[in-house]
């Protein structure tokens, strides 16, 4: 079998993930760091975390259904050129003096509603690209490349807002999505197996499709209770990312900018890389289901561990183990489901845990996060957010995941 390295198709892949990622990875750090400067509000600077992940209650059951139904590669070549002149937006109406925090919310929102298009697709086109005995390698593959970015491009982007307005700094997501549309038509092979005999596109099919997606998350154990478990550990996360620019600036005070508060952002990255690495090596001696088990657990302590950090050393370190465990839970995740799921429900089956888990969690979490960081003082807002993941914990340990997780056989795998 050839090696994912020397899969040109794969590398293409590969390459508009990574690229991709580079340019949100600018923008998740800048957006937020705009709102707060324009406003100086907390609340509104929490939106943008909201607003983030607030399109997957709306659009993304519908976005996987139809991305099930699509041409894979067309609409992840659509979505990110659509994407690439919403963002772009931005730093031209700052150029011309007319931007305002309405617009960069508006476009925030807007950019994450046709991500879902491009997510569903991409959730189908994985296992079809690589096959499925490859797809946590393959996944593993990514998220490293992803984690190598938020390691070392939130300290340069730190750096570089020290001197540059984040506005126009998010050229840089929009070029990176006029990039990854390009790779992506590059690839060669299918990543759609053949559609035929399927009823015409009509409103009540959407939600048949749907609902038969719905159907089998539910009814799978494993599925279920791992898209149960992330949507609680999102929504925990959620709240803490929320707080983090105003954390950065009024608790550990090391400001919106420059290199600590780089390096404070960016040792998420280094944990996230841990985990994308380990992952692979875990799968052979334990299943799914027990990664679960034994992650979360780590992930909740330090989620209420880490914002009680007293300084900014302390505080990346936490993040960086904080990050291995609850990036670790989600890769898990992610891949378990791409692999136990049949081809023609991908999509939507995928996008609905992600829209439960990400959507529901990280939307909600974020609201409620910004809402008692107001309330009750950043710091312990976010303790109380990390303490909401011992919640997923208690499901995890009562769950389906231990019987799933003591039947395993580690020469199956």
Known sequence: MTRLRDDPDFRRYWLARALSITGSMVTAIALPVLVYRLSG???LTAMVTALEAAPYLLAGLFAGALADRWNRRRTMVTADLVN?????????????????VVQVLVVAFTVQ?????????????????????????????VWTASSLIELFVPPVTGLILAVLNPATLLTVDALSFVASALAVRGIVRAMSERREGLPPLRPRVVFADIAEG??????????????????????????????????????????TSGLRFGLVWGTWGIGGLIAALGLPRLLKRFSPAAITLYALPVSALLGVLTPLSQDWVTAAIALLVWGSAYVLVIVNAVSYRQQVTPEHLLGRVNTAGRMLSWGVGWTFGAVVGGVLGKAVGIRSGMVLMGLSIFIGVVVAWTSPLRRIAATHDPAAV
């Open 84 to 100: 690439a002149v919403l963002v772009g937006s931005i730093p031209v109406a700052h150029l011309f003096g007319v931007l305002t």
């Open 41 to 43: 509000s907390t609340v």
């Open 214 to 255: 719905l159907r089998y998350l539910i009814r799978h154990p494993g599925v279920r209770t791992m898209t149960i478990v992330g949507s609680v550990q999102s929504f925990g996360g959620g709240g803490f990312m929320a707080l983090i620019v105003v954390w950065c600036d009024q608790v550990l005070h090391v400001g």
């Open 113 to 141: 509603g046709v991500y879902t298009f491009f997510d569903g697709a991409n959730f189908g086109a994985l296992p079809v690209l690589v096959g499925r005995a490859r797809v946590a390698q393959a996944n593993s593959a």
